[in-house]
């Protein structure tokens, strides 16, 4: 080959290299700023939490009760956990500078760490995707604009959007339907009650595709049954300065909300592995080993063209 197609051939390879490169670059960042996160949730997510305590005390009261998940606890408001056995958390108890707390005999499997950076970011995005998801527009509608027995809401491929007045149910069951890949938002602007109720999933939604983002700080946010299994939410549930008291309810999902207090046997089940402590590589570590990989690749490239005598002569 003369020096002149050498040269050509050289540039041609590194042309499609530079493309690639790119590419790569973008398909990453969308990767990481869409996969898992259809809420804009960030650090708060299902990815890194199953409970979430923004404000506050966080209490675990014992009779059974587990998570399985991580627990985060922030400082904000005098924030402590109080934990009594018999009760779980398998997985982590993740907590800022200044928390206190007690423990009566529960078991943490993954121990227990502070993280100011974790907890601080997550606090911030909790709120930012509250404020967020509230602002968009209705997709789909309920007679009354409140649930109060038996409902089920059908939406369509892609984005649903429900905004309600108030959520108050006793022995029904409300179910979400929608086509695989879904999602739902149900911006609730009043109490959010349900006693001995099922939210049931169906058409292909799963836990990790819906949100309850209640947008009344002075809402009541109680879930309460006759056992764990009596009354279960399917979803991520965000009561952004509302306290929460579950008791004793099963929720498959997340929940982040001021003073959350789970007694009676209440279980919790993050979305993100069913249970057990998430290990996810944070976007700004799977970025740079993308592009370490597409670096590599490209070096290998190149040095095998100039040993074959394909790379430009200089």
């Known amino acids: 080959m003369n020096t002149q197609k050498q040269a050509q051939f050289g540039d041609k390879c590194g042309r499609y290299i530079r493309c690639a490169a790119v590419v790569i670059v973008v398909l990453a960042s969308a990767a990481c700023a869409h996969a898992d996160d259809p809420f804009g949730l960030g650090d708060a997510g299902v990815q890194n939490f199953a409970v979430l305590n923004l404000s506050d005390q966080f209490i675990l009261n014992g009779n059974g009760g587990a998570v399985n998940g991580n627990v985060g606890v922030s400082s904000a408001g005098g924030g402590s956990y109080d934990l009594s056995s018999p009760a779980t958390i398998n997985g982590q108890l993740i907590t800022n500078s200044g928390v206190t707390g007690t423990n009566s005999g529960v078991p943490i499997t993954g121990g227990t760490s502070v993280n100011n950076t974790l907890i601080n970011s997550a606090v911030t995005s909790a709120h930012t995707a509250s404020v967020t998801n509230a602002g968009l527009a209705a997709t789909t509608s309920v007679a009354g604009g409140q649930i109060t027995g038996d409902t089920t ?76 299994s009596d009354t279960t939410l399917n979803g991520i549930l965000l009561a952004d300065g509302n306290n929460v008291h579950l008791a004793p309810i099963t929720l498959n999902g997340e929940v982040i909300g001021n003073q959350i207090n789970l007694s009676s046997g209440t279980q919790i089940n993050d979305a993100y592995t069913g249970g057990g402590t998430p290990v996810v590589p944070e976007p700004s570590s799977v970025v740079p080993m993308i592009l370490g990989t597409a670096l590599l690749g490209m070096m290998v490239v190149a040095r095998r063209q100039q040993l074959h005598g394909f790379g430009p002569v200089r």
């Open 153 to 228: 809401i059908t939406g369509h491929a892609g984005q649903n959007v429900v905004n309600l007045s108030g959520v108050n149910t006793n022995h029904n069951t409300i179910t979400l339907n929608a086509p695989a890949g879904s999602t739902f938002i149900i911006n609730d602007s009043g109490d959010f009650v349900l006693k001995h109720t099922q939210i049931d999933l169906t058409g292909g939604l799963t836990a990790n595709d819906v949100l309850y983002n209640i947008t009344d700080a002075s809402g009541n946010v109680f879930l309460t049954g006759g056992g764990p």
